[in-house]
DNA sequence: TTGTATGCGTTATCAT
DNA sequence: ATGATAACGCATACAA
């Protein structure tokens, strides 16, 4: 590992001063074209790469942005990290990921290390900070975008992009009303979750809609996984057998619950309709293919980043954006 | 957003020089309890936190690695990354996160920009570099660990750490002999992959342990999805109807296969057995439910930055090491 | 035990 | 068009 090639060394080897040569390299006016060829063929030769730290300290921008989830295994994240990091790619940034594993320490330590990283901005998700350290740390960083999370009070330099849970749910129960059903089940989520707490009033709000009364025997809650679809629909359905219709929290659930029904001898969709949500793509594979609540998650991490620099360079307003929800129809609902 | 407060802030305040809050941070020796607690409680009292990047300026350390895969969308990569970061965490290190989306000029560019950054050592996960250029680059930093990749010549500096494709396929294949199959075909994967190469060594070698002729006609190669598992297993089915076992690239190309075989009549695995790679969720649910060589993806990503973190340290040997698939016998074998 | 001077590699500012 | 100097915030080396 060879020594680093410095400003200093090739404003020495072309004996210029190193602000010409620092010139030529940040594309600015003020050297001619001559002496800028012979700087840039220079830079070629001896491998020049500007250092970005030192860069960074006195232009206090770092070109580095933080991304902070829960846990990067989880598809839902793992999309939405590819699509921020695509555009920042494309925006010449950096993300640095960070993993909380739903731990507050956690994240408080992530915020900390990047706020002494001195990046340009944050995309937190599914942040389980309480609402004052939240508003806290947010008014450290010079932008942030909160995905899956909002804020009570509007903060300069923020904008929160929700996934619109309620309108999302309302419009799978709309789906089973129109194919008839009645008796709508909700598994839900861990309850930490906001997004479990929000598509539970979604639920509740449809019903009412649709003038249908909320039984709370027809509700539910368990781990977000096949085996807490799966348990949750079990029980569902020793205390009710008039059940003909579930809303699960995830696909992973309603696959779960779907194996409970078929072992319970009701078959989906005919007796028992069942709709999840995050076309996962086992969803598409899964038998009965599975009708499900789809949204873009890519294109998510895109636009988070895309707000996230647009705050950075000033040229956004605080707000709330909310992505919709799309009902793909395939077989289960 | 407020002015970071800095060390001469701390200093000035503290009536002492910047050098004996310094020391106080660091930990270091040199300073009475008694201004090293006024020093703390005036930390404390005015949130001062070191601003890592002109600590980096002077140290040329960073505590930060980059990570660099095809697509952290890609399960596998995603649980790698996993075990990366919580590793790194531990040690109190972070990661810049890059996707090269396997294109040979983003991969490059990452490299690039890591360089810049002055990271403190890589983890390079299935480079497509070729061997020139990507020793080249490892020569760059002052640390790497290459993840399902080698390079023939060794390098101070480097260790890989590969997952045994050989003796994985070995495995599988002494599996279908021992539950007596005979004619074993070979689903491969893309033939830019090396892991879909070494699988296919290791089964022509397993074939020979077995002394089982090798049949051309039983070996395609499609995309490793289940789509391409199925239209793969179609067109072996069509033009060889004795297989009696299939060896997937992986389990989603199993997935595939298995709805092939059913689809043309035969009946898994009492006609056709089958096994997968990667021991992905879905394979414990899916039905039958599949057999699959696993790994620890998780747990050799911690290796990997505790490899790396040995090599930083100047505690690690130039070497490659070889991670066991273990075989989950489970319905479909 | 504490402090001073210097430098890390770059950009900003003000000269020339 | 080009250059000299200071500054970013910290740690290292050496003094006191």
Redesign the interface.
């Given at each position: 590992?060879k020594k680093r090639t410095t400003l200093a060394d090739i404003a020495k080897a072309a004996n210029v001063s190193m602000m010409t040569v620092s010139r030529v390299i940040n594309n600015k006016p003020g050297v001619t074209n001559q002496t800028r060829k012979h700087i840039l063929d220079l830079i070629k030769e001896m491998e020049y790469?500007?250092?970005?730290?030192?860069r960074?300290?006195v232009t206090n921008k770092?070109k580095?942005i933080g991304?902070v989830v829960p846990?990067?295994?989880n598809?839902f994240f793992?999309?939405i990290?590819?699509g921020v990091?695509?555009a920042a790619?494309e925006h010449?940034y950096?993300?640095?990921?960070?993993?909380t594993n739903e731990e507050l320490e956690?994240e408080m330590?992530a915020l900390?290390?990047?706020?002494?990283?001195?990046i340009d901005g944050i995309i937190l998700c599914s942040s389980r900070l309480p609402e004052l350290k939240l508003s806290a740390q947010i008014?450290?960083?010079?932008a942030t975008v909160l995905l899956n999370r909002e804020v009570l009070e509007p903060l300069p330099?923020l904008v929160s992009i929700n996934v619109n849970d309620q309108r999302g749910v309302q419009r799978a129960i709309q789906h089973f009303v129109e194919i008839g059903r009645k008796n709508i089940a909700f598994l839900g989520g861990p309850n930490t979750s906001f997004s479990s707490q929000r598509r539970f009033v979604g639920y509740q709000t449809a019903l009412k809609t649709a003038q249908i009364a909320y039984d709370e025997n027809l509700v539910v809650f368990n781990q977000p996984n096949?085996e807490g679809g799966y348990k949750a629909t079990s029980a569902l359905l020793s205390k009710k057998s008039t059940i003909d219709a579930i809303f699960a929290f995830n696909d992973l659930m309603a696959?779960g619950a779907i194996q409970a029904c078929q072992q319970a001898g009701h078959r989906v969709p005919e007796e028992i309709a069942i709709i999840g949500v995050d076309d996962i793509p086992?969803s598409s594979?899964?038998h009965p293919r599975l009708t499900t609540l789809h949204v873009n998650l890519?294109q998510t991490g895109r636009l988070a980043t895309r707000t996230l620099l647009d705050i950075i360079g000033n040229e956004a307003l605080p707000a709330t954006y909310q992505i919709e929800f799309e009902l793909i129809t395939r077989e289960s609902a």
């Open positions: 590992m790469q500007p250092n970005a730290i030192a960074s300290l770092t580095t991304l846990d990067i295994t598809p793992a999309q990290a590819r990091e695509d790619y010449e950096t993300i640095l990921l960070i993993n956690r330590n900390d290390s990047l706020w002494q990283k001195d008014q450290r960083f010079p330099n096949t696959i086992l594979i899964f890519q």
